[in-house]
């Protein structure tokens, strides 16, 4: 897996690219966790690049939905395909995202 | 009813009766941006061989399981062919009637909404021809602003962006078109051609004839989907019956191998039916067995493939899954059909009785096993079960260990059980 970590204006936004590993998760999580803190939680994260969603990102999907939760914000997900979309919806998981098409109306709804 | 080659708007070709036919002068075609080099004599054996072509794609076709990806190339070719029209992309609305979706994936499988000419089109029936001034000038706003959502491949195997749409046309189902407004049925799917050479080979109306051809091949498509559909369904829960669903899984668990996903299979067993058989209820357990079919195809997701596998047994093989989310959507799958056939046992026995007797005795548990890639030595890549024990294992193997892991469900008094068990608890636990 590949993580990209770009900058829109204030917002931070962060793209994996392919799979996740449990050797990987833990890198994943904290290069969410950095830019979360970096761009004071203005975070995109662009999941259209991941194949599938198994537990593992899952697991840090929820944790990042917590912890913007916790700072009065929601966890953006850009580029939602719809594999990702569905597990989303089959495990009643949905209402916890806010799911935008595409990164640039993610980011612009911090505008 | 429209008959397959009478034009969708009938009045403003009905003055292109081909000459022979109507013994008149040949009129001035109503669309005149769209002269046609060919008399209508000479196109009309064109579609004669396109209803062959398609009589014969069918043919060919009938076994396949990628028919409409198939049936979006034929009817792309066959434009090319007979008009010459090139950047086309043929979409079909989705279930939710929102969006469109096209019908060669290779283009993408994400739904793009209905708005501006293509909903006037899909809304309307009627058909979009660059230059037609009967159109007026909201509909020509409305596709100054269309696009052709490019790059596509086209014929000579090249890719086009995306630019004007010359033509496109909507498809719509014939079943409720409306008596009273004589609007069309419920919409299926888009035509939308980007380039017409200036000088077709067919008129308006030549163009109207292909366009409901096409229209009846993809109502004939649809039909014939179902009716493969039903005889591959069991009748009493609407999913597939065992011999299809062990083929189609086989396929599935063989590309999810070739793909490195991960997979999961999952059999779902209903306790307690035989008591109903044994006290004559058959009409409640058969209406228990059909709202379970219909509780799994709804819960589950769109590629996962559903069965069933023995009388009170259901079987599924989820795609992308490992076994901690596959575990987490047992559960909620259990949940959903407890609940659901609850509400028919206490319709049928009152809440009292079901509450002390029946409710007692039927029981929905679930057993699921996982099945992963991993490097596998010489012999390359292959499935084996979790924990990781050596043995390689088939679909056989992996529903073998999900109808024991619900066996063992039932043992343990358990509502689901992962054979064996490697679901961590913090996705579960978040619930």
Redesign the interface.
């Given at each position: 897996m590949k993580i990209n970590r770009t900058r829109v204006g204030s917002v931070g936004v962060v793209t994996p690219h392919g799979?996740v590993t449990a050797a990987e998760a833990d890198e994943f999580v904290a290069a969410l966790e950095m830019t979360r803190q970096s761009s004071n939680g203005r975070v995109v994260l662009d999941v259209g690049h991941v194949?599938?969603?198994?537990?593992?990102i899952?697991?840090a999907l929820?944790d990042f939905a917590e912890r913007q939760r916790a700072a009065g914000l929601t966890a953006k997900l850009a580029g939602v395909?719809?594999?990702c979309r569905?597990?989303l919806d089959?495990?009643?998981l949905l209402g916890e995202f806010e799911l935008f098409?595409s990164v640039d109306s993610a980011v612009r709804s911090y505008l | 009813m429209m008959g397959p080659l009478e034009s969708h708007e009938g009045q403003k070709t009905s003055t292109h009766v081909p000459e022979r036919m109507s013994g008149k002068a040949r009129p001035v075609p109503v669309c005149a941006e769209v002269p046609a080099l060919l008399a209508a004599s000479e196109w009309m054996p064109a579609l004669g061989d396109l209803i062959r072509a398609f009589s014969g794609w069918l043919d060919a076709h009938e076994e396949s399981d990628g028919l409409w990806p198939a049936f979006g190339v034929f009817v792309r070719e066959r434009l090319l062919d007979i008009v010459g029209a090139r950047r086309t992309q043929i979409f079909r609305v989705d279930e939710t009637g929102r969006g469109l979706r096209p019908l060669v994936e290779s283009l993408g499988?994400?739904?793009r909404p209905i708005t501006g000419l293509a909903e006037h089109v899909l809304a309307t029936g009627r058909r979009y021809i660059r230059g037609d001034w009967t159109h007026g000038p909201l509909v020509d706003a409305l596709a100054a602003e269309c696009k052709t959502p490019g790059p596509e491949p086209v014929g000579d195997g090249s890719a086009v962006g995306g630019g004007a749409v010359a033509w496109m046309f909507a498809i719509h189902g014939r079943e409720a078109a409306s008596p009273t407004t004589g609007g069309p049925g419920p919409a299926l799917g888009l035509v939308v051609v980007g380039d017409l050479p200036e000088t077709g080979p067919v008129d308006r109306a030549g163009l109207d004839v292909l366009a409901n051809l096409i229209g009846e091949f993809w109502r004939h498509v649809r039909d014939f989907e179902r009716l493969r559909l039903a005889q591959r369904t069991d009748r009493g829960s609407s999913v597939l019956n065992r011999e299809d669903f062990l083929a189609a899984a086989e396929i599935v668990t063989a590309e999810a191998m070739r793909d490195?996903?991960?997979v999961v299979a999952m059999a779902v067993a209903m306790e307690g039916l035989r008591r109903l058989d044994d006290n004559g209820q058959w009409a409640v357990r058969d209406r228990l067995v059909r709202e379970a079919g219909r509780v799994l195809r709804r819960?589950?997701?769109?590629d996962d493939l559903v069965g069933r596998f023995s009388d009170d047994r259901f079987v599924a093989v989820l795609?992308?899954?490992?076994?901690?989310?596959g575990r987490?959507?047992a559960t909620?799958v259990v949940e959903s059909i407890r609940d659901a056939t609850s509400g028919i046992l206490t319709e049928a026995y009152g809440e009292a009785e079901t509450a002390a007797v029946m409710g007692a005795h039927l029981k929905v548990r679930c057993g699921l096993a996982a099945g992963r890639r991993v490097d596998g030595g010489a012999a390359g890549r292959r499935f084996r079960s979790e924990p990781t024990d050596g043995n390689t294992v088939s679909l056989n193997d992996l529903l073998a260990g999900a109808l024991s892991a619900s066996a063992a469900a039932r043992r343990a008094g358990r509502e689901v059980c992962v054979a064996p068990e490697t679901?961590?608890a913090?996705?579960e636990a978040?619930e």
């Open positions: 799979t194949p599938y969603v198994d537990s593992r899952l697991e929820l395909t719809d594999t569905e597990i089959v495990t009643d098409d | 499988t994400a739904a490195g996903e991960p819960k589950l997701r769109s795609r992308r899954l490992d076994a901690a989310l987490l959507i909620k679901a961590p913090s996705v978040r």
